[in-house]
């Protein structure tokens, strides 16, 4: 596979690493000590094209492909995880899956809008009972003429509050299964549609995450996104690229330890030398090295295979597994490397590790990914 990059993806690399340097690093470190949602960052991404980078220029996205995205992910994830899963959730699972199984005026109404920034969306999946076994869902919607009426709770919900839109996973017939599974598009706005308190998490900080509750909400029936049953494929299929966009994330925050490592290892001194000279700290360094790199080109495998409408799930899932291990290996390596400079909030690389963590949880857990793997495998794929 070749993955010398285009003209255009270096310049859009260069777009994204300039951004996050100068518009996300100031302030990175008091947004993750408040909980703080980086609003007026991510309207920026939305004018540089970054909120919908790989949907087509007729509905207002950026028209690129995956590895511009997996490029201009990695240099925000660098600098602002936070930043990077708000940006990673509108684009991978809530436009794509818009472009790929939403109608004609869906994608006007709503496609629009969320590629180019104007709105912020979310997806929601999971339930309190619910996780990785995914369609043991409850939240029911119930049509009643032109609407539907839904009510139960969902969580974990990335840019569950700050989000305009959110597409909801929910049962349209209980007792058959993944097979009852519908998605609607529901708005903000509509009524008996609220939302919990914002998470205290551990990392990502920046983020929301949250429930949402629906309370006999009324969604009209055009709302509904395909077919009535068809949703849970559509969600799994959505979440293959979306394992692309974590996976990138995880990569990301992985590089950043590293250079972090290298340029402390060269500066910090003890024993009359900088520490870089000593063999326990070069090998950690060739290690994480190593391991960045592994994590990059399995990533770029995934996007091209997706790219070229080839079957990814299995290595979309692989990279996700590699590179969230690899984010939390480096992490805690460059921690260590820091010593109790890194184990301070000033230095900033204990959010590193931090960060890093949820990436081997959200949008599938590493033992989801396994699975996944496992089961491509033994079905000769
Ligand atoms: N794409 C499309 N269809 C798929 C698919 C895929 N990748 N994988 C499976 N399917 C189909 C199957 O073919 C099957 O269809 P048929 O019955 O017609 O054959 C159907 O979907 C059900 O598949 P399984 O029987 O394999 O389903 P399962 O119940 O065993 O679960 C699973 C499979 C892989 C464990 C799945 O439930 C899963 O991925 N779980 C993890 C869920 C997850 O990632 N949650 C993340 C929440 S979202 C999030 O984190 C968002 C955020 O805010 C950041």
């Known amino acids: ?73 990695e240099e925000i994830a660098k600098v602002d995880a936070s930043a990077a899963v708000i940006m990673s959730v509108n684009n991978s699972l809530v436009c794509q899956l818009l472009y790929q199984f939403g109608s004609e005026n869906q994608k006007q109404k709503y496609l629009t809008k969320l590629a180019s920034g104007q709105l912020l969306g979310a997806f929601s999946l999971s339930e309190p009972q619910s996780g990785s076994d995914a369609s043991n869902m409850r939240t029911f919607a119930k049509q009643d003429g032109d609407h539907y009426v839904i009510n139960g709770t969902k969580n974990w919900v990335t840019n569950g509050i700050s989000s305009d839109v959110v597409l909801l996973m929910c049962l349209t017939e209980k007792g058959i299964g993944h097979k009852g599974i519908s998605i609607f598009i529901v ?82 001194k003890q024993f009359g030398t900088a520490i870089g000279n000593f063999g326990s700290i070069q090998t950690k360094l060739a290690q994480m090295a190593i391991h960045v790199d592994a994590a990059r080109l399995l990533i770029y495998r995934a ?11 299995k290595e979309a899932a692989m990279a996700k597994n590699f ?59």
């Open 1 to 73: 596979m070749d993955f010398n990059l285009t003209e255009e993806q270096l310049l859009i690399q260069k777009t994204a690493r300039e951004f996050a340097n100068d518009q996300l690093r100031p302030g990175v470190i008091e947004r993750d000590e408040k909980a703080e949602f980086p609003a007026e960052q991510v309207k920026m991404m939305g004018e540089l094209g970054f909120m919908g980078m790989m949907i087509p220029e007729a509905y207002s996205g950026a028209g690129l492909d995956t590895i511009s995205y997996c490029l201009a992910m």
């Open 187 to 268: 708005e903000k706005g509509f009524e008996e549609f609220s939302t919990g308190k914002k998470e205290n998490k551990l990392g990502i900080r920046g983020s929301d995450t949250c429930e949402l509750y629906f309370e006999d909400c009324k969604v009209p029936v055009e709302n509904r996104l395909g077919d009535e049953g068809g949703g849970f494929k559509i969600a799994l299929g959505t979440l293959d690229g979306g394992r692309i966009g974590v996976a990138t994330q995880a990569l990301g925050i992985a590089a950043e330890s590293l250079a972090r490592s290298v340029e402390y290892a060269n500066e910090r």
């Open 303 to 313: 996007a091209r295979l997706k790219d070229e409408d080839k079957p990814f799930a």
């Open 323 to 381: 590179a969230s291990k690899v984010a939390m290996d480096a992490s805690t390596q460059c921690v260590q490397i820091f010593g109790g400079y890194g184990y301070i909030r000033e230095t900033g690389v204990e959010r590193l590790m931090r960060d890093a963590k949820i990436t081997q949880i959200y949008e599938g857990t590493s033992e989801i990914q396994e699975l996944v793997i496992a089961r491509a495998l033994l079905a000769g794929k």
